[in-house]
């Protein structure tokens, strides 16, 4: 009888203690909570259009967005032009939370939603902060983990915590804050399709070159002296994509040319020339086990006009692209070869 007095005893504080967390981490299900239903940030979408700066701070990272004459900037980046969809998409989500259910008041506790201090190391929260032309703070949270359709209907749900409030919220909306400062990037260079070009010559660090050519715009591209006696290329068409690299151009990352000198030697060179006179020149160096490319045009009649918007776009940068691409800008003819079958 005692024991099972006992076990009756433990059950019942077991269940208790469970109760506690759950209320601790659920916060309150009272509905009659005033902010329930409203909007988070109740001003700011009447002043989107007073918005001058934004930002965001997760972990160790800071990501900075002001606003130019026309476009938006990634000040961590020397003032690059930002992904202008992505931030307009940030700043409606901002001005269309609403607070759904209030949760836990328990510091110990913000780490579940993601709603701790922002700016630590181990910090997984983001501190965001939205400010006008005269530096006026008009909207901070410290957004959390997000959730895929929580609240049914296609309606997500976001946690989140104003700053210096203990209270924390499940929301409704959305916010897409994944990833570094460089997914904030406008990423398009320019494009030279792969049926515009005419040549395409890569130089090795070591100064070792290989030329891709053709006659005409319909012909397959060829290498511009014989292969080696005993070799022959890989199967398909390997000498396309190599030539063909600047269709569809984009970075991965970006910096201002005065961050580093590239060397005079030991460096790679890409030219690629088009049927109407275009050309552009690539110097790859490596730094930091990131390979960044300094890219120049030129070019005259037709292609006067391409080269000049080239070089608006490029000239005082230097750039750094996925791997495959860079991969591309550093052909070889031993790259290009099959190689040897083993015996």
Same mark, same amino acid.
């Given at each position: 009888?005692?024991?099972?007095? +006992?076990?009756?005893?433990?059950?019942?504080?077991?269940?208790?203690?469970?109760?506690?967390?759950?209320?601790?981490?659920?916060?309150?299900?009272?509905?009659?909570?005033?902010?329930?239903?409203?909007?988070? %940030?109740?001003?700011?979408?009447?002043?989107?259009?007073?918005?001058?700066?934004?930002?965001?701070?997760?972990?160790?990272? @800071?990501?900075?967005?002001?606003?130019? *004459?026309?476009?938006?900037?990634?000040?961590?980046?020397?003032?690059?032009?930002?992904?202008?969809?992505?931030?307009?998409?940030?700043? +409606?989500?901002?001005?269309?939370?609403?607070?759904?259910?209030?949760?836990?008041?328990?510091?110990?506790?913000?780490?579940?939603?993601?709603?701790?201090?922002?700016?630590?190391?181990?910090?997984?929260?983001?501190?965001?902060?939205?400010?006008?032309?005269?530096?006026?703070?008009?909207?901070?949270?410290?957004?959390?983990?997000?959730?895929?359709?929580?609240?049914?209907?296609?309606?997500?749900?976001?946690?989140?915590?104003?700053?210096?409030?203990?209270?924390?919220?499940?929301?409704?909306?959305?916010?897409?804050?994944?990833?570094?400062?460089?997914?904030?990037?406008?990423?398009? %260079?320019?494009?030279?399709? *792969? *049926?515009?070009?005419?040549?395409?010559?890569?130089?090795?660090?070591?100064?070792?070159?290989?030329? /891709?050519?053709?006659?005409? *715009?319909?012909?397959?591209?060829?290498?511009?002296?014989?292969?080696?006696?005993?070799?022959?290329?890989?199967?398909?068409?390997?000498?396309?994509?190599?030539?063909?690299?600047?269709?569809?151009?984009?970075?991965?990352?970006?910096?201002?040319?005065?961050?580093?000198?590239?060397?005079?030697?030991? /460096?790679?060179?890409?030219?690629?020339?088009?049927?109407?006179?275009?050309?552009?020149?690539?110097? /790859?160096?490596?730094?930091?086990?990131?390979?960044?490319?300094?890219?120049?045009?030129?070019?005259?009649?037709?292609?006067?006009?391409?080269?000049?918007?080239?070089?608006?776009?490029?000239?005082?940068?230097?750039?750094?692209?996925?791997?495959?691409?860079?991969?591309?800008? @550093?052909?070889?003819?031993?790259?290009?070869?099959?190689?040897? @079958?083993?015996?």
């Amino acid at each position: 009888m005692r024991q099972r007095h +006992l076990l009756i005893l433990l059950a019942v504080a077991a269940l208790a203690v469970a109760l506690a967390v759950v209320s601790s981490v659920g916060g309150s299900t009272a509905q009659n909570d005033p902010l329930v239903g409203t909007l988070v %940030l109740p001003d700011l979408g009447q002043r989107l259009q007073s918005v001058d700066r934004v930002t965001m701070v997760r972990g160790t990272q @800071k990501v900075t967005l002001t606003r130019a *004459a026309n476009d938006w900037r990634v000040e961590e980046k020397g003032g690059w032009p930002a992904d202008a969809t992505r931030v307009r998409h940030l700043l +409606l989500g901002l001005a269309e939370l609403r607070y759904v259910e209030p949760k836990t008041r328990e510091p110990t506790l913000y780490a579940r939603l993601g709603v701790e201090d922002a700016g630590k190391p181990d910090s997984k929260s983001t501190l965001i902060t939205v400010a006008d032309t005269e530096g006026k703070l008009l909207a901070d949270i410290i957004a959390g983990k997000s959730k895929y359709d929580e609240l049914g209907g296609g309606d997500d749900g976001l946690y989140l915590r104003r700053p210096g409030d203990v209270q924390s919220w499940l929301a409704r909306g959305s916010l897409d804050l994944a990833g570094d400062n460089g997914v904030w990037l406008d990423k398009t %260079l320019f494009d030279v399709p *792969a *049926a515009t070009v005419k040549e395409a010559v890569f130089v090795a660090a070591n100064g070792e070159a290989v030329a /891709i050519v053709r006659a005409a *715009a319909g012909d397959k591209f060829r290498l511009a002296t014989p292969t080696p006696k005993g070799k022959k290329l890989k199967d398909g068409n390997p000498l396309a994509e190599p030539a063909g690299a600047l269709a569809s151009l984009e970075l991965a990352d970006v910096q201002p040319a005065t961050a580093f000198a590239l060397p005079q030697s030991g /460096i790679a060179h890409a030219r690629f020339t088009t049927f109407d006179g275009l050309t552009v020149t690539l110097d /790859i160096a490596d730094r930091d086990k990131t390979s960044w490319v300094r890219i120049a045009a030129t070019g005259s009649g037709a292609a006067a006009a391409k080269a000049q918007a080239i070089n608006a776009k490029v000239h005082g940068w230097l750039f750094a692209f996925p791997d495959y691409k860079t991969g591309l800008f @550093k052909t070889t003819l031993a790259g290009l070869i099959e190689p040897a @079958k083993s015996s």
